[in-house]
């Protein structure tokens, strides 16, 4: 039942460097194993295994000139976990082309052609660990498998090395968990030289990722004075004209009174232990946690209402499945409350405004100072003052004091003036009655302004200075 041209053993089928240009027929339905790696099969049809295949988890198709695979090419094998499409002429990866093998675990695509990758490409693969897309033409980033953890919920190893990237999504590929970030393979790539790539790689290589200590030569960029010649970006520090500083790794800053979160980032994954140690040297272990600090599911460690003795390092210890590793955080705490959001006006503002309203407030007060004695023109008669108070106290006297000339009835008051002459401005003396005003004519008689009433400054009667 051994295809010709191929090797049987037990449940594997090797048809090696066999020169086929199509895949051989029939294969037997035990085949766990089929290898038709270094041959001409160039097109990958969906009828490629007129029968499914329930036991074949491994296919290899590496070194096949491959510029085609069917997007129902892999319907008759459900249960693939291991795919080699390596070294071929793949240009792009279709809508929904793997969505059949849920299953897959790992998946080789480096050294093709690929410069397209559809955002469904890897729709279903919930399963899968490693993507190989190395040496490929991709230009942009596929942040999208890699976002949320949603698309690809289980994937520990990308590879994207040697590929036309020019630029990378540094702060989202930052925020990624340490155990991704691990096995993210960018080397050889044209990357263009920035700070913010420097601190990427420069954090790595303290945390001592793998993507980062086993390939510091290759990871290089290219300064915009320079294009045509890369420097190492670990060789940015201090360096002109970006002149690069290495950020801190790990250090938080808070306020008093505030809620921090202290997260141990570790890049081991199944994590079977951790706990915490405080700078004081307490021991947080449990979920839940005393007083102020508490462990959280995630294995982050939450301090609540802030104090000042709570500045220091914390220790992170994990223990996982093959060793262990400890991780350090160092937090600031400020000897200040951070002000809310709705605390708005801050010290230089409020001494503005202050300074203003004093303005305005003085203007008021020279320019805009209300009549104290507009309110007294309609109240009711009083008694003169006596004649022998000062011109200032008859000028601020309440007591209406208007008299018409020539009403019968009424006394007429003496018109000649004193023999002392004028008082103040010529008009009246110190003590003395009005002079009466001029007449000119047959025109109507005019009342008589009192000096000694405050009602004469609203008199018609023209003042002369």
């Not at 405050?454 to 008199?459: A, D, I, L, N, R």
């Amino acid at each position: 039942s051994c295809p010709p041209r191929c090797v049987c053993a037990s449940n594997i089928l090797s048809c090696s460097q066999a020169a086929l240009s199509s895949v051989p027929a029939p294969l037997p339905r035990f085949t766990a194993v089929l290898d038709l790696s270094h041959n001409n099969v160039t097109r990958l049809r969906a009828d490629w295994a007129p029968g499914r295949l329930a036991h074949l988890h491994a296919l290899l198709l590496a070194h096949n000139g491959l510029s085609f695979v069917s997007t129902e090419a892999f319907a008759h094998v459900p249960h693939l976990r291991h795919l080699d499409l390596s070294s071929n002429r793949l240009r792009a990866l279709e809508e929904n082309l793997f969505s059949d093998l849920t299953e897959l675990e790992v998946l080789l695509l480096y050294n093709n052609e690929i410069a397209a990758v559809d955002r469904t490409a890897f729709e279903n693969l919930s399963r899968l660990r490693k993507l190989y897309l190395g040496q490929n033409r991709i230009t942009r980033f596929p942040l999208e498998l890699l976002r949320d953890g949603t698309r690809l919920p289980q994937l520990a190893l990308l590879d994207l090395s040697a590929n036309r990237l020019r630029s990378l999504p540094v702060g989202d590929l930052q925020a990624l968990p340490a155990w991704l970030r691990d096995r993210l393979y960018l080397h050889g790539n044209p990357l263009a030289c920035d700070c913010p790539l420097f601190q990427l790689v420069a954090r790595g290589r303290r945390r001592r990722l793998s993507a980062v200590m086993d390939f510091q030569e290759e990871l290089r960029c290219f300064l915009p004075s320079a294009p045509a010649t890369p420097v190492g970006i670990l060789a940015l520090a201090g360096r002109q004209p970006l002149n690069c500083s290495e950020a801190r790794e790990a250090v938080l800053e808070g306020h008093l009174g505030d809620t921090i979160t202290l997260g141990c980032d570790t890049r081991l994954r199944g994590v079977r232990s951790r706990h915490w140690v405080t700078p004081g040297g307490e021991r947080v272990l449990e979920e839940g946690g005393n007083g102020s600090a508490a462990l959280l599911a995630n294995g982050s460690l939450q301090l609540r209402g802030l104090r000042p003795e709570d500045t220091g390092t914390y220790a992170c210890w994990v223990g996982g499945p093959l060793l262990n590793e400890t991780l350090y955080v160092e937090l600031l705490v400020h000897n200040f409350t951070l002000h809310g959001p709705h605390d708005t006006l801050n010290t230089a503002y409020t001494t503005l405004v202050g300074c203003i309203l004093s303005v305005v407030l003085v203007l008021i007060y020279l320019y805009l100072t209300p009549c104290r004695c507009c309110c007294c023109r309609g109240g009711a008669e009083k008694p003169p003052p006596p004649r022998d108070d000062s011109i200032n106290s008859s000028v601020l006297s309440a007591t209406p004091n208007h008299a018409v000339l020539g009403v019968p009835g009424e006394p007429a008051r003496s018109r000649s003036a004193s023999a002392t002459g004028p008082g103040q401005n010529g008009r009246f003396k110190g003590g003395g009655t009005p002079q009466a005003p001029p007449r000119h004519g047959p025109k109507v008689q005019r009342k008589v302004s009192d000096p000694d009433s405050v009602s004469s400054v609203f008199s018609d009667t023209p003042i002369v200075v």
